[in-house]
């Protein structure tokens, strides 16, 4: 198997070094008082997306983390099918993004944690597009340590 990254970490496996840098978007997310979900999509060994969610800096309920890196990689690319591309993404997408990764029409989401409460696999494993490969784990503890965190302080 070939790894193909970014970084000169030929060691790590390419599902956790992206899931590295979704942790670094989920970071900004926490620095700005957001829910600490990131997002990175990926094209050839290239993120071409990024994203964290901004729905109190946006007052928008649909900026969520997947939504922005969904739109930065359709930039990217100049086109709005994400075939050939994986989203990486600390935590289970909900039912809306979800949905928006069915028009996308991506190869591959990696997520992960998952969110027992509004995670899509929860309501329909059925939302994605029925070509997409779906994986979860990667950096599970990690990942659901930081949304954890995150509002035990908030409810203190």
Not at 77 to 106: H, N, R
């Amino acid at each position: 198997m070939r790894y193909i990254s970014f970084t000169d970490d030929p060691v790590s496996p390419p599902d956790e070094l992206f899931m590295k840098e979704a942790l670094k978007e989920a970071r900004k997310a926490l620095d700005q008082d957001e829910v600490p979900i990131g997002a990175v999509i990926v094209s050839k060994g290239k993120v071409i997306g990024r994203g964290h969610n901004l729905t109190e800096r946006l007052n928008d309920v649909t900026a969520h983390a997947e939504m922005q890196a969904f739109t930065a990689a359709a930039s990217y690319l100049g086109g709005k099918y994400l075939k050939d591309c994986t989203l990486y993404v600390t935590i289970e997408p909900c039912v809306m993004c979800a949905g928006a990764s069915y028009w996308t029409q991506i190869s591959r989401i990696v997520y992960g944690a998952h969110d027992e409460k509004r995670g899509f696999s929860r309501i329909s494993p059925a939302l994605t597009h029925p070509k997409t490969e779906v994986s979860s784990g990667v950096l599970q503890e990690e990942c659901a340590t930081l949304v954890k965190d995150f509002f035990l302080k908030k409810r203190k």
